[in-house]
């Protein structure tokens, strides 16, 4: 574990690489940018995210547990950075931008409020790791894409407040039925004309609710991949690079072995990411819930490496605000499909396979525990690939 311990603790801000002087395009989270005429814009875009990294000094987990996650949190904390940029989206909108010093919307306090280190916030460490323990792993155990991924679902249920629609796609394989029903409960999906009459009919009654999406739960689709063995396919690359580049995307989480990053975009053959490998005090709320945010922003220039050094074994995640986001990114998926030199790394489809069983359809939580649906196929510190018993 020597080598998922290593943190910046020791380098200054100004030793970072400082970005790129390129021609070549640079995509952050389905936005491009120029790094000859845009970097300000580009590094503010960056700095904007919030970054999740070790923390020290944090109440007990679970009362008598660790006050750090120095070691072992890393992928937790890239659980935390996906999500809270979906929680950005659907409260404050994608071009919201952070800047040092300024007082920040409710909004903005009450997202980093979920993720602050005690056991009483939606998304801390805490929760992410006592939640864990019904996945198999041990508080304190380092985590791959999938159990993060299926720990985050779970928790959001009790996210009243942003009342996401998590779904997790398992078997590379997207249904689309199976996430309308999950966004649109009360509809149904079997018959497309009478939804259509039915928005129609409470398109009045909508224009009278604060939420525009009362209609659909905004939609966090978290996508658990293998894109090759021991290393990346590179059929895969020009595809997962493409993802990038929609406007739905949150981004990957992924990494190296045993140390875990953020993935937020790319530039030519390297990809650019969140590192949380730095280990911070951890942070208390004032008594007005303000949060002292600057260590939640990473004001340095991003962390890049070569895609081929990506661990195979990733998740990817993207954010559809509404049914029309989602019916675009379909649309967009499908295109990417027909594009000729690289392979599709999920497949999409209107419904179900026969073959299939759906856990969702079944009312059962994915907890490998249930031997008699779920089997753990291949797990190690280093990687992590779970299927279905068929």
């Known amino acids: 574990m020597d080598a998922a311990t290593l943190t910046y603790d020791t380098l200054r801000f100004g030793e970072f690489e400082d970005f790129p002087d390129t021609p070549e395009?640079?995509?952050?989270?389905?936005?491009?940018?120029?790094?000859?005429?845009?970097?300000?814009?580009?590094?503010?875009?960056?700095?904007?995210?919030?970054?999740?990294?070790?923390?020290?000094?944090f109440p007990p987990i679970g009362g008598t547990g660790p006050t750090s996650d120095t070691g072992w949190g890393c992928m937790l904390r890239c659980g935390q950075m996906i999500l809270a940029e979906a929680l950005m989206c659907r409260h404050l909108g994608r071009d919201w931008r952070w800047a040092r010093g300024r007082r920040q919307r409710e909004e903005y306090v009450s997202i980093l409020n979920a993720f602050i280190d005690k056991k009483d916030s939606y998304y801390s460490i805490h929760q992410i790791a006592q939640m864990g323990v019904g996945e198999g792993k041990p508080i304190g155990q380092w985590y791959g894409p999938n159990t993060v991924a299926q720990v985050l679902k779970k928790l959001a249920v009790f996210d009243t407040w942003s009342r996401l629609a998590v779904h997790v796609a398992m078997d590379n394989t997207v249904i689309i039925e199976e996430i309308k029903r999950l966004c649109m409960p009360w509809l149904d999906i079997g018959d497309r004309e009478e939804a259509g009459e039915l928005n129609g009919c409470l398109e009045g009654a909508c224009a009278l609710?604060?939420?525009?999406?009362?209609?659909?739960?905004?939609?966090?689709?978290?996508?658990?991949?293998?894109?090759?063995?021991?290393?990346?396919?590179?059929?895969?690359?020009?595809?997962?690079?493409?993802?990038?580049?929609?406007?739905?995307?949150?981004?990957?989480?992924?990494?190296?072995?045993?140390?875990?990053?953020?993935?937020?975009?790319?530039?030519?053959?390297?990809?650019?990411?969140?590192?949380?490998?730095?280990?911070?005090?951890?942070?208390?709320?004032?008594?007005?819930?303000?949060?002292?945010?600057?260590?939640?922003?990473?004001?340095?220039?991003?962390?890049?490496?070569?895609?081929?050094?990506?661990?195979?074994?990733?998740?990817?995640?993207?954010?559809?605000?509404?049914?029309?986001?989602?019916?675009?990114?379909?649309?967009?998926?499908?295109?990417?499909?027909?594009?000729?030199?690289?392979?599709?790394?999920?497949?999409?489809?209107?419904?179900?396979?026969?073959?299939?069983?759906?856990?969702?359809?079944?009312?059962?939580?994915?907890?490998?525990?249930?031997?008699?649906?779920?089997?753990?196929?291949?797990?190690?510190?280093?990687?992590?690939?779970?299927?279905?018993?068929?």
């Open 25 to 57: 395009p640079v995509w952050i989270l389905g936005k491009e940018y120029s790094a000859l005429t845009e970097r300000e814009q580009l590094l503010s875009d960056v700095a904007s995210r919030l970054w999740f990294t070790y923390r020290k000094n």
């Open 209 to 390: 609710v604060e939420e525009e999406t009362a209609l659909w739960k905004p939609l966090v689709l978290l996508i658990p991949l293998r894109l090759g063995l021991s290393d990346i396919n590179e059929a895969y690359i020009d595809t997962l690079k493409q993802c990038f580049m929609l406007p739905q995307s949150l981004g990957v989480i992924g990494g190296k072995p045993n140390s875990a990053h953020y993935f937020i975009g790319y530039v030519g053959e390297e990809l650019i990411y969140l590192d949380p490998h730095t280990t911070q005090p951890a942070v208390e709320p004032s008594e007005d819930g303000q949060v002292p945010d600057e260590t939640y922003h990473c004001q340095h220039p991003p962390c890049r490496m070569h895609i081929c050094e990506l661990d195979p074994s990733i998740a990817a995640g993207f954010f559809c605000r509404t049914e029309d986001e989602f019916d675009d990114w379909c649309m967009r998926i499908r295109g990417l499909s027909c594009k000729r030199g690289g392979l599709p790394m999920f497949e999409l489809v209107d419904s179900q396979p026969t073959h299939m069983v759906s856990v969702d359809a079944l009312n059962l939580t994915p907890d490998f525990s249930d031997s008699d649906r779920l089997e753990r196929f291949f797990d190690s510190e280093d990687e992590e690939f779970e299927i279905l018993s068929l």
